[in-house]
């Protein structure tokens, strides 16, 4: 799910951030101390060559996934994704996973979703996939709520946006307006359907599976070809392969950037010298402090919330996600000030694929 998020406005010494963990010890929380492992995650980070990456070998990590950026790509995504399957079967093994993400369109405009959405096709060890992404112009969490009437427009904006991405794909989902939300439902039995990416609304995503890895690559094309050309970026999503075969797959598109995404095991004091590593070119999380806002904030709705460090650009901001408002927007806005000393701005991730 997409969740709501803040930054801090200003840029922090590593320092800085250490204080707010102080910070939020004396108010009564749980945060990391220096010394403590804890997990981080590694997004985004350009690197020139595989390499790079071994300047990470000191650190355990999990999750390694190298992505090929093709910006500007215009192309034919049919032969795009069987250039990548080519490979893909040459190295495939139960851990291996190839997707192409590529963006498509909804056919006419809708209040509630951005006129641009994304899909992914894919594989894995024993089936191919097709994943539909919508994207909402805000964000309403699970739990929380719209005022009738325009609760309505949520819902039928949802339902449409799926259909019409069914019907281009020719797939069999149907998409209904079940108890309050949007419920997607498969008629075949050898096609698991997965929803994920919920809201107040029901689902955002859907990923269909199926026995044959060549089901979807025409329709795929189809709902590719909605956005025109040149897409500003395709995305191509490769984990759990040797070295050897991340070479291979260098094969099927020519002139694309590599990025390479990761969780990593560390202490909070090594940090800055991982963070130097990825020479501001990626980016970096870490969890300072996650609770249940009822502990703090007793008189507002339990929400939970992680509040973090994230690292971009060369420089250090405090991050504050929550599932959910516990207090109205602008008060929210003001008890997370004062819980951590510093001012920050409303800031929710994009919803990159």
Known sequence: ?????????????????????????????TSMQP???????????????????????????????????????????????????????????????????????????????????SFWVGFRHTHGFIRVRLHTTEIIAPGESVEPPRDQFWLNDRQEGFLAAIDILQIPIEAKVDQHKVSLYASRNDTPLFCSWPDAFGPCQFELNSPDPFEFLVSASQLA?????????????LTGFSRQALGDF??????????????LHCQLEEIPEIFSILKSRGRM??????????????EGIDASAIIGLVGSEGQFRLEIRLNQHPLPHQETERWFKELVGHDLVYSPLPVFP
Not at 286 to 297: D, I, M, N, Y
Request: charged residues 20%.
């Open 285 to 298: 999380y870490g969890s300072l402090a996650e609770f249940q806002t009822a502990s703090a904030l007793p």
């Open 225 to 237: 070809a909605t956005h025109s050309q040149p897409a500003e970026q395709v995305r191509v999503y």
């Open 1 to 29: 799910m997409r969740e709501h998020r803040w930054e801090s406005v200003s840029p922090l010494s590593f320092d800085e951030i250490l204080s707010v963990a102080d910070k939020l010890r004396q108010a009564g929380l």
């Open 35 to 117: 010394e403590k492992e804890m997990i981080t995650y590694i997004e985004e980070w350009e690197v020139p060559d595989l390499d790079e990456i071994n300047q990470l070998e000191a650190w355990p990590t999990e999750d390694v996934t190298l992505l090929h950026v093709l910006d500007h790509w215009a192309g034919d995504f049919f032969l795009l994704v069987g250039g990548y399957h080519t490979v893909f079967q040459q190295h495939q093994t139960v851990n291996t996973y190839c997707s192409v993400a590529h963006p498509w369109r909804i056919g006419h405009q809708l209040a509630t979703l951005q006129p641009t959405a």
């Open 250 to 263: 260098q094969r099927p598109s020519s002139g694309t950037r590599l990025m390479y995404r990761c969780s």
